[in-house]
Nanobody, 125 residues
Framework: QVQLVESGGGLVQPGGSLRLSCTAS????????MGWFRQAPGKEREFVTA????????LYADSVKGRFTISRDNAKNTVYLQMNSLKPEDTAVYYC??????????????????WGQGTQVTVSS
């Protein structure tokens, strides 16, 4: 069974850090572009960041550039999202996603084939 499972979410104060993990089961992430998206209450799901299958190419939304870092460890079948300098507006459910159709990176939800169930990140004092 193909599955993506996110972990690492929680409550953090503004300015704090969190690291999210996304581990795949039932398939190998080696050939997949991986992305992180987020959805705040009452808003559409939005792109956060993506990394190519090799890890060489990355793409970030302007709102997180310089604060968030995506990385991957194909040997562990896991993708990470390091989030620093967190702001209240970063509060959302964070989803990881895998794309087999994209050769580099993509910010388009429609190009991702598999999705995780999401992990809640709350930034509040």
């Amino acid at each position: 069974q193909v599955q993506l499972v996110e972990s690492g979410g929680g409550l953090v104060q503004p300015g704090g850090s969190l690291r999210l993990s996304c581990t795949a089961s039932g398939f190998s992430l080696d050939d997949y572009t991986m992305g992180w998206f987020r959805q705040a209450p009452g808003k559409e799901r939005e792109f956060v960041t993506a990394v190519s299958w090799s890890g060489v190419s990355t793409l970030y939304a302007d709102s997180v550039k310089g604060r968030f870092t995506i990385s991957r460890d194909n040997a562990k079948n896991t993708v990470y999202l390091q989030m620093n300098s967190l702001k209240p507006e970063d509060t959302a459910v964070y989803y990881c996603a895998a794309s087999v159709v994209v050769t580099g990176t993509s910010d388009r939800k429609s190009e991702y084939n598999y999705w995780g169930q999401g992990t809640q990140v709350t930034v509040s004092s």
